[in-house]
């Protein structure tokens, strides 16, 4: 069984730090593309941040210069390092990854990791 298990959250004072942490088990497959996306109580899921097989990365705006993001997608890992955390970065975290469209699991999610950022 294909699992994808995130690890990492939890609370934090703002301006402080947390490292987010994403392996996907169970394929003999790569992931083309993982990255980690993030939605917050009555907001949209948006993309916080990604990085491609061959090592390019992207960023929101809002987390630019804050979050880094690291991994191996040929192990189908990832990481995200967060800091300088504000209450606007509150949300469930969900690690996902992609894959060719000719694998049985193209696109994966983790179940979520929340993030609270409060005093």
């Known amino acids: 069984q294909v699992q994808v298990v995130e690890s990492g959250g939890g609370l934090v004072q703002p301006g402080g730090s947390l490292r987010l942490s994403c392996v996907v088990s169970?394929?003999?497959?790569?992931?083309?593309?993982m990255g980690w996306y993030r939605q917050a109580p009555g907001k949209q899921r948006e993309l916080v941040a990604s990085?491609?097989?061959?090592?390019?990365?992207n960023y929101a705006d809002s987390v630019k210069g804050r979050f880094t993001i690291s991994g191996d997608t040929a192990a189908n890992t990832v990481s995200l390092q967060m800091d300088r955390l504000t209450a606007e970065d509150t949300a469930v975290y969900y690690c996902?990854?992609?894959?060719?469209?000719?694998?049985?699991?193209?696109?994966?999610w983790g179940r979520g990791t929340p993030v609270t950022v409060s005093a």
């Open positions: 996902n990854a992609r894959f060719d469209f000719w694998t049985p699991h193209p696109d994966l």
């Open positions: 990085v491609t097989a061959k090592g390019n990365t």
């Open positions: 169970g394929t003999i497959f790569s992931a083309n593309v």
